[in-house]
């Protein structure tokens, strides 16, 4: 469903975006979605995502650290060069999160 509505916004999004052509312009969207997630539905009423179907089993929780290593590279190579490219970590909270 989390996909199915995400599809429809970028659709929105292309079809009422002011730049011509838009469609034919686009190579690649990227979504990024390392987070937990909370499913509530009418009136804020808690909904199961587990087989046990119990209202408190409605999180769904994001705890994937395959990437330590990766991600300490990363966080190196950015510090070692703000010279070069500015400070790029800045925009993401000053470092990269192995999730």
């Known amino acids: ?3 199915d509505k995400t599809c429809i916004a970028v659709g929105h999004i292309i079809q009422n975006c ?4 838009i469609a034919d312009k ?4 990227g ?3 390392t987070c937990s ?6 009136k804020d009423v808690p909904l199961s995502v587990s087989p046990t ?6 999180i769904i929780l994001w705890m994937d650290h395959r990437a330590i290593a990766q991600t300490e590279y990363l966080n190196s190579m950015a ?6 490219y500015g400070d790029i970590l800045s925009f ?3 470092k990269i999160a192995a999730e």
Do not use: Y
């Not at 997630?37 to 009418?42: H, N």
């Not at 179907?53 to 409605?58: E, F, G, L, P, R």
């Open 31 to 33: 979504f990024d979605a």
């Open 18 to 21: 002011q730049i011509e052509n």
């Open 79 to 84: 510090s070692q060069n703000v010279d070069k």
């Open 1 to 3: 469903n989390i996909w």
């Open 92 to 94: 993401v909270g000053g």
């Open 26 to 29: 686009v190579r690649g969207i």
């Open 53 to 58: 179907q119990k209202a408190s089993h409605n």
């Open 37 to 42: 997630l909370v499913v509530i539905g009418d």
